[in-house]
């Protein structure tokens, strides 16, 4: 686990150690948010949206946007604390891999890994690789890879 941000900031680029881990809190997907989606990312595929076609696909059921998952998990590993008010840009997403189907209901968090840390004294800030695994509810990787965050450095 991380150490425990202030209530005021997360984690400043100099807070991160390498082998740091970070749990996520859970959030379940549901049908309005994957109507919502498609109607703000205008991806209508009916493999999300239509209850009939789905059955007739390898899933048997509608299954949630990957990019919705993947915008959900930004949110929880925000809400984690560690990054709240530090992070400055989401840097570089690497070998992002979807590798289960996300299903209406399914319960999802994040676990966090940091592998990397490479100050930017120029930027007055550094780069933090975090290798993440979302998980479903029985604890199978739904989705993986590592994003590089930009972290401000301590005023």
């Known amino acids: 686990m991380s150490p425990l941000p202030s209530a005021s900031h997360g984690l400043y680029f100099e807070e991160f150690q390498v082998g740091q881990h970070i749990l996520t809190s859970a959030r379940t997907i549901t049908e309005g948010d994957v109507t919502a989606f498609a109607g703000l990312s205008g991806d209508a595929n ?3 949206m239509d209850a009939e076609f789905s059955k007739s696909t390898p899933y048997g059921q509608r299954v949630a946007h990957g990019l ?4 959900v998990v930004s949110g929880l590993a925000m809400h984690a604390g560690v990054l709240e008010g530090t992070v400055l840009a989401l840097h570089e997403i ?3 891999k979807f590798t289960r189907p996300v299903y209406f209901g399914d319960t999802i968090h994040a676990e966090l890994e940091v592998v990397e840390t490479k100050a930017l004294p120029r930027l007055r800030s550094g780069l933090v690789s975090l290798d993440l695994s979302v998980k479903n509810q029985p604890g199978e990787v739904v989705m993986r890879g590592t994003w ?8």
Do not use: G
């Open 46 to 48: 009916p493999i999300h």
């Open 68 to 71: 919705l998952v993947l915008s």
């Open 94 to 96: 690497k070998q992002w």
């Open 148 to 155: 590089v965050v930009l972290v401000a450095v301590k005023p």
